[in-house]
């Protein structure tokens, strides 16, 4: 079992930044990979980014490759998603996820509650 926690949500203007965090517990963290994926209000949850068991390898979205950065700390049991250049359309709950796979193959195991991000025009 993974146990997840979101936390660093809030309200940023338009190409502001804002840095979400997600503390997992529970399994080893460093022996699986983890994502952040956003559902905007009357949309489907979408994939946003990716990192794989040690950090190595990373995955975007188009919409926001360039723009996000995704990192984890493995021995604070930590992923963080950084948004720069943020833009209205960026506005959703941002829910963080664990898949139990090593470089985040398949489906995603585990989710946490979500953290609301709002971007301002």
């Known amino acids: 079992q993974v146990q997840l926690a979101e936390s660093g949500g809030g309200l940023v203007q338009a190409g502001g930044s804002l840095s979400v965090s997600c503390a997992a517990s529970?399994?080893?963290?460093?022996?699986?990979?983890m994502g952040w994926f956003r559902q905007a209000p009357g949309k489907e949850r979408e994939f946003v980014a990716g990192?794989?068991?040690?950090?190595?390898?990373?995955y975007y979205a188009d919409s926001v490759k360039g723009r996000f950065t995704i990192s984890r700390d493995n021995a604070k049991n930590t992923v963080y998603l950084q948004m720069n250049s943020l833009k209205p359309e960026d506005t959703a709950i941002y829910y963080c996820a664990a898949n139990l796979d090593r470089y985040g193959m398949g489906p995603y195991d585990y989710w946490g509650q979500g953290t609301q991000v709002t971007v301002s025009s």
């Open positions: 990192i794989s068991w040690s950090g190595g390898s990373t």
């Open positions: 529970g399994r080893t963290f460093s022996s699986y990979a």
